[in-house]
DNA sequence: AATGAATGAGATTTCATTCAT
DNA sequence: AATGAATGAAATCTCATTCAT
């Protein structure tokens, strides 16, 4: 008899190796960067043959776009409930710097990747391959902002840049700080960011 | 007789042609990105055999190092009046953003390569190259951030959070709006950018 | 019990798995070319996984071989009544071309397929392996040619190289044109090349 | 001072070397079967690095038409003359077979070559890749044949068909005699060949 | 000072084949 | 009898670098 297939008509070993595999390239990608995560290193990583991979996904692009996939899963899973569990915006700010840490922390080296990957995988033409990869956009930050001024709750900021600023804070900025210092304590320069951005959003006070 | 030599024993001729090949390694990484900025993408560009860059440099390491060393004077050139020119806190830190801003719309290839080269060169074994190279930490801005809480003038941030932002703000942020929208309007986006900030950075209001 | 076996050893059910393999390979080489032809690509012609192939052939040359077997048993089994019913030797080369022909319309992928592996198969150190297989001389044009030279039916042109000719006219030029216009009709293609065969084997007219 | 160089920009050690790299693919080609001629074969062949044939090539491809564009060059160069040598029609086909004999003497590998390259070569997705290079229809054999029948030389075939046997037979045909059997005199086959096609295209006698 | 030519290491991918179940 | 999974060899191509001129 033929084993056990789930929806996409994978067996449940073939997922767990897709998954294994997409876990070994997170890892080498993390370490080693990007250039040198070659096919070779991360089967070595995973103890396996190359072909192994080639065998598992179609191609380095397929296996990319499945580690960047998951990643973004992994993350809308963390951050959804935690943005949903605020009413109050100030705080789904909050919620979403600090969400953001701890995803980090916890997928630490998946996270890291894909910030690697998006800058750079390239076309062979040279452009982003990433815009063809759903990364950004799916929290929908402008909303929020926007309601929350609204509502008088927030001050006067322009909503776009805004956004754009605390999705580099969340991204960026932390995973700059956690590359230059492994040892960083997230939790609490997560906090240091929350307070900043607390401040930037509230309304202003008269200033006459 | 030989011909005039400079510090470091240069030719002036060598100097010329060592700037043409950082130009067109800057022009080569921000149009065509890192991974396909090859040594033979940079030569086509610049009119010369690909050799003649090995004659120059002694490898591509040092070719991207002289890069974002170049890119860096001009920073420094651009930023460093513009910051001296302001005595309160809170403009300098418009000033640096702004003046950011104008520094991408001058050295805007040498800018986006050395954004590139900052995420992508690695080391052989894996790690980050950038940290052996002279990027951030030229300005500062801790220390006028510092000084501007000792003298009141600025709220109760982390103040090594708050530069770290600051940072990326200057060029993450506007980095990726200007890829995503080449178009972009820079300089009323930095304005917006130092909206933001000088609430962030200003004394709080008593939150009663 | 063990199931029933025939000669070789083979069950009937081996029997039709091998068959249905083989035409398979004949269809997707017809389709595909030799060189795309890979086992991964017969067998998902079949429905079946690669290593079912590998089951039932010790290696793709057995399986290449028996195609060709099995072609050749096809093409005898066709052409062999045809040439035995006519008595006249012109006749007979007539019915070789015409049969050759019909062979070509019932068994179009597993001719085409012998065309590509008669031209592509070889051996690991380089010469083609066809010669390895029952391909020619079964059917022993020479010897018609020679008897009809005998009995004064027949021109006065060399036997070995009149049958090349008729081989090739028969496999390579029809098959050729075939490939070239798919929609091409071979009925009347093949009449005319035995027109021109009927006046190249005729006696010679007294050349004054 | 910049080597000189001819139209097309090349230098003339660059042609030189092309020519040599082309020799020896066909060379490789001819001995060892299309498949096995592989980068790394042709490669030992010339002594060079695999990667000087890069350097010269842009691809396999490229040197693959390369070769085959020099070799209908040569046959264009060698058939040409003889044909237009003769006025009358009859000698003008034989001229036709026996000059393709003699190339294929003076050329032999690279004819072999060219023959397996048109069976073999396929686009990734199947089909000939032939159709992109300059093999047939430089000679014109139709029209020659057509005028002759016009001018009552010849008898009453198919011009169509008549002119693919000619090419078969040119090709094909003593291709495969010669792949049977190197040692073969290729010279009195062609004579052979010959003469069995001029009675072919002989005017029919009349038949009462 | 400059260059054309050459090199070797390494990357991705394909493929026939094998093995445990 | 059949299969999913794994394998290792080989193929093509890219690239930074070197060398003789």
Redesign the interface.
């Known amino acids: 008899m033929s084993p056990r297939t789930v929806a996409g008509g994978r067996t449940f070993t073939d997922i767990a190796r897709r998954a294994q595999i997409v876990q070994c390239a997170a890892d080498a990608i993390a370490?080693?960067?990007?250039?040198?995560a070659s096919m070779a290193e991360i089967a070595a990583r995973a103890g396996i043959a190359k072909s192994v991979i080639s065998y598992h996904f179609a191609d380095k692009n397929e296996l990319l776009q499945e580690l960047v996939r998951t990643a973004v899963t992994r993350y809308i899973e963390l951050i959804g409930p935690r943005l949903d569990a605020e009413d109050d915006v100030r705080r789904k700010i909050r919620a979403y710097i600090t969400a953001s840490a701890d995803y980090m922390v916890v997928h630490r080296s998946m996270h890291l990747a894909v910030?690697?990957i998006a800058?750079?995988a390239?076309t062979?033409?040279?452009?982003?391959r990433l815009d063809s990869m759903p990364l950004n956009a799916q929290e929908n930050l402008e909303e929020i902002l926007r309601r929350g001024q609204e509502f008088g709750e927030l001050?006067d900021?322009?909503v776009r840049?805004?956004a754009?600023?605390l999705r580099?804070?969340a991204h960026?900025?932390m995973t700059?700080?956690l590359?230059?210092d492994p040892a960083l304590d997230l939790t609490s320069?997560a906090s240091?960011?929350a307070?900043?951005?607390d401040?930037?959003i509230?309304p202003?006070?008269s200033t006459p």
Chains 1, 2, 3, 4 share one sequence.
């Open positions: 370490e080693t960067g990007y250039a040198n910030v690697e800058f750079h390239t062979p033409d040279g452009r982003p001050g900021f322009d840049v805004m754009d600023l580099t804070a960026q900025t700059l700080a590359r230059a320069y240091a960011l307070a900043i951005f401040q930037a509230s202003q006070p």
